[in-house]
């Protein structure tokens, strides 16, 4: 009986030393650097993953290029290329080259072509001086408002009811509409023989338009502004609404023209007389006659040395 307990005394301490050295070899501690060893043939996971996206990718390429449908691919987007200076053994990178703008071209030359542009507040009077200036000085008056209204009426006008909006709220139409229309205009009468010198009334209200009139059709020769108090605007336009059938004859489209004059046009004035081409007028609030007067004395002075038509 003692000789069979020596016995399995023995097998029970071989046995837990051969699970303790198996425990230790499958425990074995892993270090920072390493990554535990898998059996070789075995595949990753991401690699396992990536086998099956592109295996998906190839089926949907597959199921819809059977359906018919155009299959979109994302075109390549070539890089700017930068070119390098090599200087002191050291590469650079060479200053980017930006295109050169080209002043555009006006379409008449100052030589050939005189204008004159006239501002004023809304009932300044521009339309009634601009009409004796015309008898008197062989000027064509084009008026950027009445040509505004006349496209605006015009059947099939593709630019009509944007006018009409703007006129009503007594907003300024977008430039390229009112410059288009001018240079047409200005075109038309020189074709026709009626002249080549303008009085381009109630435009520029802001200094974009004044800077792209000058650009693509012809410089200013000067700026003849009428000066004249708000009130009396007032009482003129009131009085011109009972009968001129306006849509911006009214007390809401009125103040809402004076504030738009104050806060975008009269800025443009100040440009041009940094410039000193603004001649003012400042009796407007006098009669027709004696507003004339002091108006032909300006342009008696400026084309002095002109044959008067």
Do not use: W
């Amino acid at each position: 009986m003692l000789r069979s307990f020596l016995q399995r005394s023995v097998f029970s301490k071989s046995t837990c030393s051969v699970r303790a050295v198996q425990k230790q070899t499958v425990t074995r501690r892993l270090y920072s650097g390493q990554s535990p060893s898998q059996p070789s043939g075995t595949p990753s996971v991401p690699a396992m993953l990536a086998v099956a996206s592109m295996g998906f990718a190839a089926y949907y390429t597959l199921v819809q290029s059977r359906q018919g449908q155009l299959l979109i691919r994302m075109p390549c987007l070539a890089l700017p290329r930068q070119e390098t200076n090599v200087k002191g053994g050291s590469v650079e990178a060479a200053p980017e080259k930006t295109p050169e703008t080209v002043a555009p071209i006006p379409a008449f030359s100052e030589d050939e072509v005189t204008v004159v542009f006239v501002l004023g507040g809304p009932g300044a009077g521009k339309g009634t001086q601009c009409e004796n200036l015309k008898k008197d000085y062989g000027f064509v008056h084009l008026s950027a408002g009445d040509l505004l209204r006349e496209e605006q009426k015009r059947p099939g006008s593709k630019y009509g009811e944007l006018i009409n909006h703007y006129i009503r709220e007594g907003l300024i139409v977008p430039m390229e509409v009112t410059i288009a229309l001018l240079q047409q205009a200005m075109t038309e009468a020189m074709a026709n023989q009626q002249g080549n010198r303008f009085l381009i009334d109630g435009f520029p209200r802001k200094m974009d338009q004044a800077v792209k009139f000058e650009e693509v059709v012809v410089p200013s020769k000067m700026v003849l502004y009428f000066e004249c108090p708000e009130e009396v605007m007032l009482k003129r336009l009131m009085k011109r609404g009972e009968s001129s059938g306006r849509v911006d004859d009214n007390i809401e489209s009125i103040k809402k023209r004076f504030g738009v004059f104050k806060n975008t046009s009269f800025p443009v004035i100040e440009a041009f007389s940094k410039q000193n081409k603004v001649q003012k007028v400042v009796t407007c609030d006098q009669s027709v006659q004696e507003v004339y007067a002091e108006v032909r004395k300006i342009f008696d002075t400026l084309f002095s040395n002109e044959v008067k038509k």
